[in-house]
């Protein structure tokens, strides 16, 4: 859930938003042999579109994303982009052909999307999380572990009421 626009705006708004980003995502994702990972019950299974299901592992968001690589998945995305596009992906996993990280920057300075080959606990493991130097910092010890890396172009999240607000005029 979107803990930091429960802050500023009432339950159901914050779910409905939640709801929205995560049907654009799975659209983007659709044509590709995607899986889900959650944290959390997972009580209703109908929006899964039929995707295979699984629990997050971890005490904490990097830990929980260097489970997700440990467990051979080529590239992670989340589920708060709402420009986020097939083809976007599709670049994606085409960079990664040829570089051992690819990552989807965002304009806060963190990042949505990471793709990688193999797990490199050292890009997950004391990151400061939630702040504008995550994807400075990802690449400054990619770089120091000798990883080749492709950022793609710039995009947004849904992160604080401001973006969530310019969410709100791009879809209607």
Not at 54 to 66: A, I, S, T, V
Request: with cysteine.
């Amino acid at each position: 859930m979107k803990t930091r626009l429960e802050r500023g705006l009432p339950p159901q708004d914050v779910l409905d938003c939640y709801l929205a980003l995560l049907n654009n995502t799975l659209d983007a994702v659709e044509p590709f042999n995607s899986e889900i990972w959650y944290e959390g019950t997972l009580i209703e299974k109908e929006w899964t579109r039929g995707l295979p299901c699984y629990p997050q592992r971890g005490e904490d968001l990097g830990k929980r994303m260097q489970a997700v690589f440990e467990d051979g998945c080529p590239l992670l995305i989340g589920a708060d982009c709402p420009v986020v596009t097939t083809e976007y992906l599709r670049v994606a996993f085409e960079a990664l052909v040829s570089h051992d990280l690819v990552l989807g920057p965002v304009e806060d300075g963190g990042y949505f999307l990471i793709g990688m080959h193999h797990a490199h606990k050292e890009l997950f493991s004391d990151m400061p999380w939630s702040t504008s130097e995550v994807l400075t910092t990802t690449l400054s010890r990619a770089q120091k572990l000798g990883l080749t890396t492709h950022c793609l172009s710039v995009l947004w999240d849904v992160d604080e009421i401001e973006d969530y607000r310019r969410w709100l005029e791009i879809k209607t």
